[in-house]
């Protein structure tokens, strides 16, 4: 059983930094290692949107308004990945969400909230 858990969200002013993370420590290593990564947000009265993601070959994906500033990242050992936010902008305000997944099934965590305001 996959059960994607994220932590690290907060209040932070413009320019700071945070570092989320999603544990799935329920899931087997193997699993974790074969599924996909994906970090998503939802800001009030937007949709969900892309932020970075993390495929099982290596490959790394950013949304453009976050390129430069985030960066993806994981530990297998620890069954966890990562995304650090560096520079914060106030518009990176949102609900972020971890999410893994392959063709078949997509788990979701709960996501965790991050706001950024001085």
């Known amino acids: 059983q996959v059960q994607p858990e994220e932590s690290g969200g907060g209040l932070v002013q413009p320019g700071g930094s945070l570092r989320l993370s999603c544990a799935a420590r329920?899931?087997?290593?193997?699993?974790?290692?074969?599924?996909?990564k994906t970090w998503y947000r939802q800001a009030p009265g937007k949709q969900r949107e892309l932020v970075a993601s993390?495929?099982?070959?290596?490959?790394?994906y950013y949304a453009n308004s976050v390129e430069g500033r985030f960066t993806i990242s994981k530990d297998n050992t620890r069954k966890t990945f990562y995304l650090q936010m560096n520079n914060l902008e106030p518009e990176d305000t949102a609900v972020y969400y971890c999410?893994?997944?392959?063709?078949?099934?997509?788990?979701w965590g709960r996501g965790t909230q991050v706001t950024v305001s001085s």
């Open positions: 999410a893994m997944g392959d063709r078949n099934q997509i788990y």
């Open positions: 329920r899931s087997i290593l193997s699993t974790f290692i074969s599924l996909d």
């Open positions: 993390m495929s099982t070959e290596g490959t790394i």
